[in-house]
């Protein structure tokens, strides 16, 4: 059984720092490619970072650019998206999403699994 599950969300104030982590079984976690979307109160899901299956190579959204930073870890299964210099404009659900093979995918549907999500929300 595939699981991506989330954590690391919370509430937190503008300017801080916040590490979200997305543990992954059930699947060669060394061949997906992983992403990261989120979704904010009354908004559709939007591409947030991605890296592809090889490692070598990341995405970001315009917004998360120079702050935020996707990366991973084989051994434990677990990709991370850190998130820096935070706004109240980054409150959402941030979801993960595995996609085999795949480049840092930046739309949803060619990914293949999804985490339920870990919420963030970022007070002024």
């Known amino acids: 059984q595939v699981q991506l599950v989330e954590s690391g969300g919370g509430s937190i104030r503008a300017g801080e720092t916040l590490s979200l982590s997305c543990k992954v079984s059930?699947?060669?976690?060394?061949?997906?490619?992983m992403g990261w979307f989120r979704q904010a109160p009354g908004k559709e899901r939007e591409f947030v970072a991605a890296?592809?299956?090889?490692?070598?190579?990341?995405r970001y959204a315009a917004f998360a650019q120079d702050r935020f930073t996707v990366f991973r870890e084989i051994a434990k299964n677990t990709a991370y998206l850190q998130m820096a210099r935070v706004t109240p404009e980054d409150t959402a659900i941030y979801y993960c999403?595995?996609?085999?093979?795949?480049?840092?995918?930046?739309?949803?549907?060619?990914?293949?699994?999804w985490g339920q999500g870990t919420r963030v929300t970022i007070s002024s």
């Open positions: 999403a595995a996609c085999r093979s795949c480049d840092a995918t930046t739309i949803p549907y060619p990914y293949d699994f």
């Open positions: 059930g699947l060669p976690f060394g061949n997906y490619a």
């Open positions: 890296m592809n299956w090889i490692g070598d190579r990341t």
